[in-house]
């Protein structure tokens, strides 16, 4: 069973960043993928960034291609989410996931029910 944690929300202003932790316990860091979605007020959750269990494969969201950065540091059990360049349209709960997954990209890493297991989610508020 993992278990994961997140951290490092808040609230900030339009143009500025945030990088967002996950750190994960409870099961073998190395085998799984993992990655971030979001759920604003009255929205589906949505995918935002994956990345593959050696870090080298990562696959964003359209909406965050340039400006957000995925990565993870098997040191520390940690994946992080660098915002950068943030817009009141990211505000939302930000969720880490995270599968015991070991092929390569796929496709399902974009949706929410490839993933076992699911952080609390922390607040991330973007004000304009």
């Known amino acids: 069973q993992v278990q994961l944690v997140e951290s490092g929300g808040g609230l900030v202003q339009a143009g500025d960043s945030l990088t967002l932790s996950c750190a994960a316990s409870g099961g073998t860091f190395s085998s799984y993928t993992m990655a971030w979605f979001r759920q604003a007020p009255g929205k589906e959750r949505e995918f935002v960034a994956a990345?593959?269990?050696?870090?080298?494969?990562?696959y964003y969201a359209d909406s965050v291609q340039g400006r957000f950065t995925i990565s993870r540091d098997s040191g520390k059990n940690t994946v992080y989410l660098q915002m950068n360049s943030l817009k009141p349209e990211n505000t939302a709960v930000y969720y880490c996931?995270?599968?015991?997954?070991?092929?390569?990209?796929?496709?399902?890493?974009?949706?929410?029910?490839?993933?076992?297991?699911w952080g609390q989610g922390t607040q991330v508020t973007v004000s304009s």
């Open positions: 990345i593959s269990r050696t870090g080298a494969t990562t």
């Open positions: 996931a995270a599968v015991n997954y070991v092929g390569p990209y796929s496709s399902s890493w974009s949706s929410s029910r490839f993933y076992a297991y």
